[in-house]
């Protein structure tokens, strides 16, 4: 009886795991997000942004083969171009900007400088850009303690804004740090959040219980930590988490989601992208595209790459393992300049 059991429950996962997915890749779908009740909604800012995008495409030899419509996805409710285009914004070198990694960042830190190209060139201009060094491996709660120690020496000087950035599970990293954090929050003037784990991740569960065989280790490169990293990537825990909290409304937020097919994903990621493909066929590889907006955020757009690809130069450090099928390179860098000028812009006006 125990082994017919047995054999009745490897068919059914081997049937489980040949499933096909429940939603295909498709485009004509407005933008999505998945709020709890309360949160304020996501407002549009893609018009906009696209121009300023595809203004910095445009004027970047090195990214004479990439479209714009390639890189930045249109969904089906953005509204068409303006027929009169406003002009790129002038570069803002008042703004100081806090990077924030994503989960296991820190193990990995030699490899995964996010943006590196564009970010030696904006501190050029005189932006100043600091790396914010968390824990790869703790929980949202933890890091939001080192990213307030990041706030505090930060000397930002009269008329000059401060920027906090976060990629992946660095974005409820800063959102745990401002809702604990009050006094700190009041000198934060805008977040930005590029492919962010804002309602966690399912993968979060499902290889929770994975990760926990091996989250007491030590590694040479990042500690154990307080081993909460997956927890923090709950879907349950942090929708939880944005039920029972309500973000500083002098913070002014910004997103940046990410999705791209199986062929134009790492091959590293070839798993992870087939097991959200069965839930929601637009996701990066890591998240769902419609987890990834903060409340209350203007969406800047879709970038049309995998969760690595969007921020990280992978793809040239893993060339086999990073990069994908489809032999495509993201322009992150361009992105990363582009939400910069972008937030530049709106900072400068006074909020509708």
């Not at 407005?30 to 709020?35: I, K, M, V």
């Not at 953005?78 to 009169?84: I, K, L, N, T, V």
């Not at 030699?110 to 943006?115: G, L, N, R, V």
């Not at 988490?241 to 500083?248: M, N």
């Amino acid at each position: 009886m125990r082994w017919g059991a047995i054999a009745g429950a490897v068919l059914v996962l081997s049937i489980s795991a040949c499933t096909p997915p429940l939603t295909k890749y498709r485009t004509d779908v407005p933008a999505l997000q998945l709020s709890v009740l309360g949160q304020p909604p996501a407002t549009d800012g893609r018009v906009r942004f696209r121009e300023i995008y595809c203004g910095v495409l445009a004027a970047d030899p090195s990214a004479s083969a990439a479209s714009c419509d390639e890189v930045l996805v249109r969904l089906s409710d953005e509204a068409p171009p303006r027929s009169a285009p406003a002009p790129l914004p002038a570069f803002d070198p008042s703004m100081h900007i806090l990077f924030v990694g994503g989960a296991f960042g820190e193990c990995f830190r030699d490899i995964a400088t996010p943006f590196p190209a564009d970010i030696a060139k904006l501190s050029d201009l005189g932006y100043r850009i600091r790396l914010v060094t968390v824990d790869g491996r703790s929980s949202s709660a933890h890091n939001a303690a080192q990213i307030a120690d990041a706030v505090r020496e930060e000397q930002v000087g009269p008329g000059e804004k401060l920027v906090l950035m976060g990629y992946s599970k660095g974005t409820p990293d800063i959102l745990e740090f401002l809702v604990r954090n009050p006094e700190l929050a009041a000198r934060v003037d805008a977040v930005v959040s590029f492919a962010g784990a804002v309602n966690g991740s399912p993968l979060g569960e499902a290889y929770a219980g994975l990760y926990a065989m091996v989250a007491a280790i030590d590694l040479k490169s990042c500690g154990a930590g307080d081993h909460g990293v997956l927890d923090s990537l709950r879907v349950k825990v942090r929708t939880q988490w944005l039920s029972r909290h309500r973000l500083p409304a002098n913070v002014r937020y910004f997103s940046v989601s990410s999705f791209t097919v199986p062929d134009e994903t790492a091959r590293l990621m070839f798993i992870t992208k087939g097991d959200l493909n069965r839930a929601e066929a637009l996701n990066d590889g890591q998240t769902i595209f419609y987890d990834q907006l903060i409340p209350g955020s203007v969406l800047l757009g879709y970038a049309h790459g995998d969760h690595w690809a969007v921020v990280l130069p992978l793809q040239e450090k893993w060339p086999y393992w990073g990069g994908n099928a489809a032999k495509t390179h993201y322009p992150r860098d361009l992105l990363f300049e582009a939400v910069v000028l972008y937030v530049g812009e709106a900072l400068a006006k006074p909020r509708e």
